[in-house]
């Protein structure tokens, strides 16, 4: 189960940092990324963190602005969001891919999907 948190509304230029922990056991060896729905558009890949080689993948568009970082002691992940633009306001998802070795942006790799934490930049 995933659990994501750290939503919420901030100006343009400001930062967020969103969390995401999972519960249960997960191994040595899987995948946690990041995606994210604005209104009327298509959920989109932002970033993804392999645990087993700390191999991270970013979309090209937020490469600079956006880092993903493991969370070792919630067995999960952070997204810090730097620099964040009202095109920003979406949906966040974080999801787990149990068995993967490297870092996707392949939404149909991912098993487990969080609840999903809404991100809102005002300009």
């Known amino acids: 189960q995933l659990q994501a948190s750290g939503g919420g509304l901030v100006q343009a230029g400001g930062s967020l940092r969103l969390s995401c922990a999972a519960s249960?056991?997960?191994?040595?060896?899987?995948?946690m990324g990041w995606f994210r729905r604005a209104p009327g558009k298509e959920r989109e890949f932002v970033a993804a963190?392999?645990?087993?080689?700390?191999?991270?993948l970013y979309a090209d568009s937020l490469k600079g602005r956006f880092t993903i970082i493991r969370d070792n002691a919630k067995n999960g992940v952070f997204l810090q969001m730097d620099s964040l633009k009202p095109e920003d306001t979406a949906v966040y998802y974080c999801a787990l891919d149990l068995s993967g070795r490297y870092a996707s942006r392949d939404q149909s790799s991912y098993e487990y999907w969080g609840q999903g934490t809404l991100v809102t930049v005002s300009s």
């Open positions: 249960g056991r997960t191994g040595s060896s899987f995948v």
């Open positions: 963190i392999a645990r087993r080689f700390d191999s991270t």
